[in-house]
């Protein structure tokens, strides 16, 4: 079955470069999507279909897809970025999330 | 405003039954795919399944297939997510969340634009 993998944890200064990866093999022919959970609500959608960002969320939110990884960058994090980000692919009419990762700003 | 409002929390015993809600509003409840997602609590994201009001057409994930029943209330815009019998394992928060793009074929292109509040279930006995 396939796999998404993220790393558990990932540190920012503030105003530098989050980013953060999700592999999976040939991850790139794939729509890989992003969301952002802060402690105790729901997630949001940061990225959809690799590289876009619903209404409503900053330019600072970026994402990427090729090979076997995808990524979302965060350009000048803010301590409000603090959150856990998932990536998610469709298979199968079932959706795939990865494992998560924590974005730590300091 | 676009929202989906689930329904409170839950203290059940094993063995009990279950059905929690997510109410839909500001948008046409049947044209939009509905799926339901588990977080157990300091875990991630896991899919259970998906729904499309318009014409019941429902996907479970594998690891949830059999265990739960996902269906809708069209006329008062409504989704459910239900239990037969509860485990102590099913303890979580459970969330439900609308596909974002307003067609009957499920497409990858696609994500989760809209999530509910989240219902948290606790089964101890």
Known sequence: SYELTQPPSVSVAPGQTATITCGGKNIGTRNVHWYQQKPGQAPVLVIYGDTKRPSGIPERFSGSNSGNTATLTISRAQAGDEADYYCQVWDSSSVLFGGGTKLTVL | ?125
Do not use: H
């Open chain 2, 1 to 125: 405003e676009v929202q989906l409002v689930q329904s409170g929390a839950e203290v059940k015993k094993p063995g009990e039954s279950l059905k929690i809600s997510c109410k839909g509003s500001g948008y046409s409840f049947s044209n939009y795919w509905i799926g339901w997602v588990r977080q157990m609590p300091g875990k991630g994201l896991e899919w259970m399944g998906i729904i499309y009001p318009g014409d019941s057409d429902t996907r479970y994930s594998p690891s949830f297939q059999g265990q739960v029943t996902i269906s809708t209330d069209n006329s008062i815009s409504t989704a459910y997510l239900q239990w037969s019998s509860l485990k102590a394992s099913d303890t979580a928060m459970y969330y439900c969340a609308r596909k974002s793009d307003a067609t009957s074929s499920l497409s990858y292109n696609y994500g989760m634009d809209v999530w509910g509040q989240g219902t948290p279930v606790t089964v101890s006995s």
